[in-house]
């Protein structure tokens, strides 16, 4: 029985030991998200949807839906030709968790600066992206991602 325990240890502990070899979801995942503000940095768009898996999906922060990563690229070359050009994408802070062996998701809070608008600078755009991230093949992609930004709280209720 010792032995069998000392061998079912030593198994969990040499699986242990693979799985944080490779870094686990964390780094992959973590590594394309560098990706991801890398190719914003360029305004490129094929780039950017490079890490999206062929049916992965996107709802932008204004509503736009694009299923598919030819929509994802076309989604992000719109964005990257006007209002996003020149712009500067930096994740403030970063959470993911593994939630199955081949899921994971992450949560970062980033903020866009250097929009123009016809008018004018805009202020920095603050907001959450939540992604799903699958792996397929040995790599890692965005299964759905849905950038949000949050409303203010509301005011106090008025007394009756």
Known sequence: ???ILLGGLALLVAATGLWAADG?????????GQE???AWA?????ALAAIWAEDGDLINPFGRVAKGRAEVEKLFHDEQTTVM????F???SETIREIAPDTAIADWDS???GMQSPQGALPPFKNHVT????KKNGQWWVAAARPEAYLPPPGAPKPM
């Open 24 to 32: 686990g979801p964390t780094a992959a995942v973590h590594a394309r």
């Open 131 to 134: 992604i799903v991230f699958v």
């Open 85 to 88: 050009k020149g712009t500067t």
């Open 111 to 113: 903020e866009i600066t």
């Open 42 to 46: 360029k305004n490129d768009s094929q």
């Open 1 to 3: 029985m010792k032995k």
């Open 90 to 92: 930096n994740v403030l």
């Open 36 to 38: 991801f503000t890398a």
